[in-house]
């Protein structure tokens, strides 16, 4: 799995993308409510490489996970 990240700050993005990638269904791409923030998913077809979009008040993240790429 490779991830991606973008927007908000280093410790939220690395939460954010973490709960996406291990605190679900391998691959399941579930939307992720962590840390206030609301992260929807570009698709929640499985196993499927995902952009997820993260919203908290103004605050913005967005984080893409490729469930074939490198570790």
């Known amino acids: 799995m ?14 954010l993308a973490l709960a996406a990638a ?11 409510r962590r840390d206030g923030f609301d992260c929807e998913p ?4 499985r196993g499927v490489d995902v952009t997820y979009s993260c919203t908290k008040a103004s605050q913005r993240a967005r984080f893409a996970i490729s469930w074939g790429g490198e570790q």
């Open 2 to 15: 490779k991830i991606e990240l973008t927007g908000a700050s280093c410790d939220e993005r690395r939460r």
């Open 22 to 32: 291990l605190g679900q269904p391998a691959g399941a791409n579930l939307p992720v």
């Open 42 to 45: 570009s698709t929640r077809e």
